[in-house]
Nanobody, 124 residues
Framework: QVQLVESGGGLVQPGDSLTLSCEASGRPLTNYAMGWFRQAPGKEREFVSAISWHGSPTYYTESVKGRFTITRDNVQDTVTLQMDSLKPEDTAVYYC?????????????????WGQGTQVTVSS
């Protein structure tokens, strides 16, 4: 089974940028679609973005389109979420996840492995 570790979270001000990274071990990421989810206090886990095995297509939830960019490096076994123009409503714990589907999915139950999460706080 693949193991995932996220990094890159932190406290930033509105309008700032952050780059989240997800590193895989145990198995190569080549045969997994990858997704990012987030969970704010008191809310359900929410789909943010997904990327297929080979990097295209990619998917985004409506609220982050044009601000977030997901990429992957199948040689380094990493997935990155570039987050620009951050807003207070982006505050959440962000999770990286691996799916055996080709294109990924917005549904958490389609993912077979999860990281431990990294906190992103956007506040002035």
């Amino acid at each position: 089974q693949v193991q995932l570790v996220e990094s890159g979270g932190g406290l930033v001000q509105p309008g700032d940028s952050l780059t989240l990274s997800c590193e895989a071990s145990g198995r190569p990421l080549t045969n997994y679609a990858m997704g990012w989810f987030r969970q704010a206090p008191g809310k359900e886990r929410e789909f943010v973005s997904a990327i297929s095995w080979h990097g295209s297509p990619t998917y985004y939830t409506e609220s982050v389109k044009g601000r977030f960019t997901i990429t992957r490096d199948n040689v380094q076994d990493t997935v990155t979420l570039q987050m620009d123009s951050l807003k207070p409503e982006d505050t959440a714990v962000y999770y990286c996840a691996a799916s055996e589907l080709y294109s990924g999915s917005p549904r958490p139950h389609d993912y077979v492995a999860w990281g431990q999460g990294t906190q992103v706080t956007v506040s002035s």
